[in-house]
Nanobody, 121 residues
Framework: QVQLVESGGGLVQAGGSLRLSCAASGRTFSTYAMGWFRQAPGKEREFVAGISRSANTWYADTVKGRFTISRDNAENTVYLQMNILKPEDTAVYYC???????????????WGQGTQVTVSS
């Protein structure tokens, strides 16, 4: 079992940057693919980025070129660097763990509690 705790959310102006972190418990972090999802009020949870066990990465078209996902297996942590933030990036951001990177939330076994990101215009 994996427990995930996100941090790094906050309020930022459009064009700014934030780095989210997701710390995982347990000794098996390196065996999981990790994903970042987000959910805005009244909308479905959507895929943002994913990273495989071998550090291959995938991104939603809406964030490609602005966001970067990375992982540090020694620190049991996955990161999401978010640059050139836009008001439409405002959402609760969740990290999740799975056997493989998939773009749908039901493909993930473990979830963090989420961290709020608000981008003002």
């Amino acid at each position: 079992q994996v427990q995930l705790v996100e941090s790094g959310g906050g309020l930022v102006q459009a064009g700014g940057s934030l780095r989210l972190s997701c710390a995982a418990s347990g000794r098996t972090f390196s065996t999981y693919a990790m994903g970042w999802f987000r959910q805005a009020p009244g909308k479905e949870r959507e895929f943002v980025a994913g990273i495989s066990r071998s550090a291959n990465t995938w991104y939603a078209d809406t964030v490609k070129g602005r966001f970067t996902i990375s992982r540090d297996n020694a620190e049991n942590t996955v990161y999401l660097q978010m640059n050139i933030l836009k008001p439409e990036d405002t959402a609760v951001y969740y990290c999740a763990a799975s056997g493989n990177v998939v773009r749908v939330p039901w493909g993930y076994d473990y979830w963090g509690q989420g961290t709020q990101v608000t981008v003002s215009s």
